[in-house]
Nanobody, 120 residues
Framework: QVQLVESGGGLVQLGASLRLSCTAS????????IGWYRQAPGEEREGVSC????????RYADFVRGRFTISRDNAKNTVYLQMNSLKPEDTAVYYC?????????????WGQGTQVTVSS
């Protein structure tokens, strides 16, 4: 069964850190660029970060640049999103997605999401 599973979300306070994981099963993650997205209640989904297949290229939304770091461990079939200095406005469901052919523009698989809640 092909799937992406996010984990690592939770309830934290302002300024705390979390590390999200996106683990693939049923396929090899190193053939895919991986993007992280988030969606807050009542808001549209927005892109957070992207990492290339080999991990040498990354992209960040302006609102997370300098606070979040995307990385991957292809041996573990996992991509990470390290989130530091969290703010209440970072509260959302975070999703990862796998893109076989482009750099995070057209996705083949999506995960089910993990909730991140930041309290003030």
């Amino acid at each position: 069964q092909v799937q992406l599973v996010e984990s690592g979300g939770g309830l934290v306070q302002l300024g705390a850190s979390l590390r999200l994981s996106c683990t693939a099963s049923g396929f090899t993650l190193d053939s895919y660029a991986i993007g992280w997205y988030r969606q807050a209640p009542g808001e549209e989904r927005e892109g957070v970060s992207c990492i290339s297949r080999d991990g040498n290229s990354t992209r960040y939304a302006d609102f997370v640049r300098g606070r979040f770091t995307i990385s991957r461990d292809n041996a573990k079939n996992t991509v990470y999103l390290q989130m530091n200095s969290l703010k209440p406005e970072d509260t959302a469901v975070y999703y990862c997605a796998a893109d076989r052919w482009t750099m995070c523009y057209e996705y083949d698989f999506w995960g089910q999401g993990t909730q991140v809640t930041v309290s003030s």
